[in-house]
Each structure stands twice: as C-alpha cells, then as structure tokens.
C-alpha cells in the first residue's frame, strides 16, 4: 500500500500546541475529509493539488524522514491533509524500531488503531467559523483509539467569540484531554505576507477574554512557525 504524501520537511520546529519548540520533521499528507474555510495547508486538501502529491512506499517515506532527521531520532509530526485517512502503521513502526517518536494531528473525524502507536495524538475539533460540524461520536471515537498513547491532546482555533464559546462547550464534553487554543491565522496565501501585529492583538484579544473569565484551564500559544517564516511552505 502507498501513502499519498502532499510534503515531507524538516527538520524544524513544532509551532503548534503541547510540543511547540520541539524539533520535528513533518509528513504531510494529501486528502482530507474537511473543506475549512480558513485552512492554511489547502495544497495538502484540495483535489486541484493531486497532481503535486506523490504517492509513496512506507520505505520510501521512511527513508525520507532518515535523510531529513540525518538518522538522529527525533519527533515525526504526521500532518495533512488527514493523516487518519491512511495507514501509518507501518511507517510508525519502522520509525519506533529506530528510536524516534511519533505525534499526529488531525481533526478527529477518523479513528484508527494506530493511534495507539503514537507518542502524542493531537485532535483539533473544528469550531463554528471553519464551516465544519463535528461529529462527537467519531471524535470520542478517536480518543478511545489514542487511550494507549502517551498523550492526546485537544487543540482548538479561534477565530471569535461564536469559535471561543464554542471551544468552552468542547473541553466540557472532553474534560479529559489537556486543552490548548491558537488564534486563527486569516491570511492563509503562502505569497502574502502575514501581519505580525494582527496577529499578536488577535492572541491578546484571546488570552484578555480568557483571563476575564477567569477560565485557567487552557494554554494559549500562537503559531511559532508563522510568526518565524509567515504562511511560507515546508516550514
Ligand atoms: C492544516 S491542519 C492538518 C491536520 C488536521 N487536518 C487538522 O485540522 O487537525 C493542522 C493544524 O492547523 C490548524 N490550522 C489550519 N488553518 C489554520 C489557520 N488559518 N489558523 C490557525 N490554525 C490553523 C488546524 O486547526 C490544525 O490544528
Ligand atoms: N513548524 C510547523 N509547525 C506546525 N504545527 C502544525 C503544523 C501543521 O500544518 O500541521 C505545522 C507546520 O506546518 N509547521
Ligand atoms: S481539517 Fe485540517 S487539513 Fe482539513 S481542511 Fe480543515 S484545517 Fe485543513
Ligand atoms: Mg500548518
């Protein structure tokens, strides 16, 4: 079986959530299940891509991740596109073999039994301005299937106040799972330059509001990377 890859970079720094800072390479996969309206990786989702997707061997993925990472373990962050439309087990088990650990982020719509394998599940349910309803059911789903990783973790986009309650109901539902929320990023075209102080005033407007509420349980982090490279690619 071949996997269908978008990209595969690195290594770099996890930007995002519980690892952020971490060294990592990232395998990106193509295809997912989800249309967000504010994606920022839509080469990795929309069909118009496929043409710059290739579709690789577990071997050759591997292989990558071991030229890339110049063969010292380290964290493989799998990424999309949804990951959790593919078979990765083979992949994880050839990297666990070596030493290297394993996160995975997805939106939570798709279990698979190789959840279990990973060292850090990331779910990321997608709030009202995505456009996208979740499925509780599958998302439940998914923590079961994560249960016997190190830790699974739930990441939430804001966008604004609609997204912020909406996040509130959603770590109600999964008080379980350590909580981290990200100001989303509106300018996703890898060509236009992002705007740092957009950016920072919409993390201020999220940790102000958050603190208001005296609401202490999550972690609130912006995206490292954007704030390095902007909406850049393989970074
Ligand atoms: C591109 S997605 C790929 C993995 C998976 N499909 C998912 O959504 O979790 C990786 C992460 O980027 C986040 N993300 C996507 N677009 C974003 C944006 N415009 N601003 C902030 N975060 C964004 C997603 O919510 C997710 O946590
Ligand atoms: N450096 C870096 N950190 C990230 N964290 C999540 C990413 C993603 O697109 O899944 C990402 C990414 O693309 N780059
Ligand atoms: S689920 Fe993730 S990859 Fe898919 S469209 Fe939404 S943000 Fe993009
Ligand atoms: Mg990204």
Same mark, same amino acid.
């Given at each position: 079986m071949s996997l269908r890859i978008a990209e595969i970079f690195g290594p =770099? *720094?996890? +930007? !995002? +959530? @519980?690892? *952020? +800072?971490e060294p990592t390479v990232f395998v990106r996969t193509g295809g997912c299940d989800y249309r967000c309206s504010?994606? #920022?990786?839509l080469h990795a989702v !929309?069909? /118009?891509? /496929? #043409? =710059?997707w290739a579709a690789m061997s577990d071997e050759a993925v591997w292989d990558e991740v071991l030229r890339l990472s110049g063969g010292q373990p380290l964290t493989v962050s799998l990424s999309g596109g949804? $990951? @959790? *439309?593919? #078979?990765?087990a083979p992949v994880i088990a050839r990297g666990r073999a070596a030493g290297y650990r394993f996160a995975c982020e997805t939106q939570g719509s798709v279990a698979r $039994?190789?959840? @279990? !394998?990973? #060292?850090t599940l990331v779910l990321s349910p997608k709030p009202p301005s995505s456009g996208e309803t979740v499925d509780w059911d599958a998302f439940a789903a998914c923590v079961r299937a994560g249960s016997a990783a190190r830790q699974t973790v739930m990441k939430i986009v804001i966008f604004d106040g609609t997204d912020y309650a909406w996040a509130r109901d959603a770590h109600a539902r999964h008080p379980e799972l350590p909580l981290y929320l990200q100001p989303g990023n509106p300018e996703v075209d890898p060509e236009t330059p992002v705007d740092p102080q957009a950016l920072a005033d919409r993390l201020g407007w999220l940790v102000e509001r958050t603190m208001a509420d005296t609401w202490f349980t999550p972690r609130i982090l912006p995206q490292l990377h954007v704030l390095i490279w902007g909406n850049k690619r393989g970074v």
């Open positions: =770099t *720094i996890q +930007g !995002e +959530g @519980a690892l *952020i +800072g504010w994606c #920022d990786s !929309e069909s /118009r891509y /496929r #043409d =710059t949804n $990951p @959790a *439309i593919q #078979d990765f $039994p190789w959840f @279990a !394998e990973l #060292d």
